[in-house]
């Protein structure tokens, strides 16, 4: 029995279920709906939106500053509304069925403090990108809060017309400023929207710089969602200098950050293909200008992000030299290719670090200095050639800009490897062309003009060509190595003269004369390689009195001594006001020691071909002469 009333409700209830017509009730009314949509007392930018009925739900529809809406069923939820002005919104009521809208508005009275961040108080802010920093720009994954695809490094777009752009965001019309300066660069995939003319296939992955006019009456708004996240929306296809996706053009960026002095915006696509696109503005002028910028990246940064290190241009003609004022090029004297290789010059390098702007001069212990700047170098009186030189710390370096021009500043007593005017301490070069390959700058002093011209160190040395006369110093006409003796055969071989003779006019030896010392069988060697000197003495070595005590000895006749010569010495050719002279290394000479002064002394070359070798050295008080012949 109780199986049978089971089984005929069961029947009751399917005929029943075939017979009903479904609905969701009765309609609420909307008539005095318990409802509040009011600022909190202490923070009148915050909106409260209550629902006090019971038995049935709400659902809200509230516009956001930028025209959108907010959709929520919370009974009581605040949104915080930045921007001052008059807001609408509509609520329905559920419960079996849904109620008509109400319609209601709202007045934000003031803007939020956050407002004046972006807009400026008083005076208009104006922003810029931050091109003076890594990752001002760039793109990544939607997982991630950073541009771990594409890190844009400091400059690095600076071709593309983008760091001249100028957002303004205009308070109380909301107006949304873009001075693109009439270009804008945009991604391939926004490209057929923007500039469908030239891109009706859109640029796939590859972002343009294309031609853009602001369209009249973009706007702007700052709004947070029910998570607190702040946003930056554009109305009208309204975009922050960089267009970054279709949804971009008009679309809501995050506030990643923003401050007196900075913005910082991501547009997430929602597309695992595009990612995220990240935004970082400063306030104009707050950093350093980008063309100055992009020349201070030539100057110390090689292309692949490694230091640069400048060396002197010395295979081409005036890569140093002087000239007018009024020319720009060196007309007086450009120095020849090489011309400069007997002094300190040419194993100079110049390093320019981005960090701290300190400057390096890698000078070997030498550096080249003209006879006019000896004395602001705290140096006596003396020829133009090589001085010895200890960089100071702390030295640094700048580049200016006057009236367009830019000019490599040095701080006090820096210079760029040669010393060929007092005022090249600490001086202003003007800059004639910094590219990545070149360096060349210009001095003016009061009279002339000094020419610089440096190129980056090659990663592998050149192998360096001999000058003519280093060519007849150290080899013989079959590339063989030169060995020079004692021209002992003829008259005047070695002697003693007047400062004012040109040869020796007080004493020259004879042959037989010279003959009982240890000179005519040294032997004399110049190599080119590392300009090694090599002096066979066979033991002992010609030395007047007057030396001895030069050469660490007592008191004694003039004769021979014993010797065996100590390594490392070498030598070099200079030119000196056009006069060349042979210059020893420390306590290195040409085999007969007349005077202490022969001892890393600077002999004038008097004759050099391919057979003679002819020296004078000029003491305090007389002149000698020595006079080699190639070893047969």
């Known amino acids: 029995m109780k199986k049978l009333l089971i089984l005929l409700s069961f029947t009751a209830l399917c005929l029943a279920c075939s017979k009903a017509e479904y609905s969701l009730g009765d309609i609420p009314s909307n008539e005095n709906t318990d409802y509040s949509v009011t600022p909190e007392k202490e923070h009148p930018n915050m909106i409260r939106f209550r629902f006090n009925e019971q038995g049935v739900s709400p659902f809200w529809k509230v516009r956001k500053p930028d025209g959108s809406y907010v959709e929520s069923s919370s009974r009581d939820f605040t949104l915080r509304y930045y921007m001052k002005g008059e807001y609408d919104g509509t609520l329905q009521v559920y419960g079996g069925g849904v109620s008509e809208p109400i319609a209601f508005t709202f007045r934000v009275t003031e803007n939020d403090p956050i407002v004046a961040l972006l807009t400026g108080s008083g005076e208009q802010k104006v922003w810029e990108w931050n091109y003076s920093v890594d990752n001002h720009f760039g793109e990544g994954s939607s997982s991630t809060r950073v541009p771990d695809w594409w890190p844009v490094k400091a400059n690095e777009l600076k071709d593309m017309k983008m760091y001249d752009d100028e957002l303004s965001f205009v308070t109380d019309t909301w107006q949304y400023v873009l001075d693109a300066k009439g270009y804008v660069y945009a991604d391939g995939s926004v490209l057929s929207d923007l500039d469908p003319q030239n891109y009706p296939e859109g640029g796939t992955y590859n972002s343009a710089t294309i031609t853009y006019n602001q369209p009249e009456g973009q706007k702007w708004a700052l709004y947070a969602d029910e998570t607190g996240t702040l946003w930056l929306s554009f109305t ?63 100057l110390t940064t090689k292309s692949d992000g490694t230091q640069k290190v400048w060396t002197w241009d010395y295979t081409r003609d005036g890569h140093f030299g002087e000239g007018d004022l009024a020319s720009r090029e060196p007309d007086w004297w450009p120095a020849g290719a090489n011309e400069m290789h007997n002094y300190s010059m040419y194993d100079d390098e110049l390093s320019f670090l981005a960090a701290g702007k300190a400057y390096e001069l890698a000078a070997n212990g030498y550096v080249y200095c003209d006879a006019s700047a000896r004395a602001a170098m705290g140096l006596k009186d003396g020829p133009t050639g090589d001085v010895a030189y200890t960089q100071p710390e702390g030295q640094t370096w700048k580049i200016e800009m006057r009236e367009g021009v830019p000019y490599l500043k040095f701080s006090e007593m820096a210079f760029p490897s040669a010393v060929c005017h007092p005022s090249a301490l600490g001086g202003s070069f003007e800059i004639l062309s910094l590219t990545a390959d070149e360096l060349y700058l210009r001095l003016a002093t009061d009279v002339d003009a000094w020419y610089f011209r440096f190129v980056p160190k090659p990663e592998t040395e050149p192998e360096p060509e001999p000058s003519e006369l280093e060519k007849l110093l150290t080899t013989s006409a079959d590339g063989s190595q030169k060995v020079w003796v004692w021209d002992y055969a003829r008259d005047g071989y070695f002697g003693e003269g007047d ?60 004769g021979d001594i014993d010797y065996t010569q100590p390594e490392g010495q070498t030598w070099k050719i200079e030119d000196r006001s056009g006069t060349p002279y042979l210059v020893f290394s420390e306590m290195a000479f040409p085999s007969a020691i007349c005077h202490p002064s022969a001892l890393g002394g600077s002999f004038e070359i008097m004759a050099l071909t391919a057979d003679e070798l002819y020296l004078r050295l000029a003491t305090d008080v007389d002149a000698w002469y020595f006079r080699f012949t190639v070893k047969k």
């Open 236 to 298: 009208g296809d309204g975009f922050p200098s960089y267009a970054p996706y279709p949804d971009g053009l008009g679309g809501a960026y995050e506030v990643m950050e923003l401050t007196e002095e900075t913005l910082a915006l991501r547009f997430d696509t929602g597309s695992d293909k595009y990612g995220a696109w990240y935004y970082r503005f400063v306030v104009k002028g707050s950093q350093p200008d980008a063309d100055l910028l992009a020349l201070e990246q030539l």
């Open 499 to 558: 400062l004012s003779a040109r040869d020796p006019n007080w004493w020259a030896p004879s042959m037989d004369e010279m003959s009982v010392y240890s000179m005519f069988d040294d032997e004399l060697i110049f190599r080119f390689e590392g300009n090694a000197y090599e002096l066979s003495a066979h033991g002992a070595v010609y030395c007047d009195a007057s030396a001895r005590e030069a050469m660490g000895l007592e008191a004694g006749k003039t």
